[in-house]
């Protein structure tokens, strides 16, 4: 079986904030974990050392921002290779992805025997 890039291991019921993917895992597709920080093109990257920059997560009508010490950021906009901007995520925001042992696990669908991702 060939295996998605980025691959660390298949996800459990165990994985709780990939469960709802675990669950919506239908015959044919199985939900694996990948390290986005390791998934070529990916727009994630870790934050090493002391930062200035504070969790940009924003809530509300006066567009209010979480403000906690960030672990991961993400290039938004016209991404990496095209200048875009960098914004910094906490571990409570990574938008269904969980930070562990250095990694930055997201959980995703594939065909069971393909490695072709379709989520």
Same mark, same amino acid.
């Given at each position: 079986?060939? &295996?998605?890039?980025?691959?660390?291991?298949?996800?459990?019921?165990?994985?709780?904030?990939?469960? &709802?993917?675990?669950?919506?895992?239908?015959?044919?597709?199985?939900?694996?974990?990948?390290?986005?920080?390791?998934? $070529?093109?990916?727009?994630?990257?870790?934050?090493?050392?002391?930062?200035?920059?504070?969790?940009?997560?924003?809530?509300?009508?006066?567009? !209010?921002? #979480?403000?906690?010490?960030?672990?991961?950021?993400? #290039? &938004?906009?016209?991404?990496?290779?095209?200048?875009?901007?960098?914004?910094?995520?906490?571990?409570?925001?990574?938008?269904?992805?969980?930070?562990?042992?250095?990694?930055? !696990?997201? $959980?995703?669908?594939?065909?069971?025997?393909?490695?072709?991702?379709?989520?």
């Amino acid at each position: 079986m060939t &295996r998605p890039e980025g691959f660390v291991r298949d996800a459990t019921a165990d994985d709780g904030f990939a469960v &709802r993917r675990v669950d919506m895992a239908t015959a044919g597709y199985r939900v694996v974990l990948v390290d986005d920080f390791a998934r $070529p093109g990916s727009e994630w990257a870790p934050i090493s050392g002391p930062t200035s920059m504070r969790c940009r997560y924003t809530v509300g009508p006066g567009h !209010l921002t #979480c403000k906690r010490e960030p672990v991961a950021m993400v #290039c &938004r906009g016209r991404g990496r290779r095209y200048g875009g901007t960098w914004w910094a995520y906490c571990e409570r925001h990574l938008y269904g992805r969980k930070l562990e042992n250095g990694k930055l !696990l997201n $959980p995703i669908l594939i065909a069971s025997d393909a490695a072709e991702v379709v989520s």
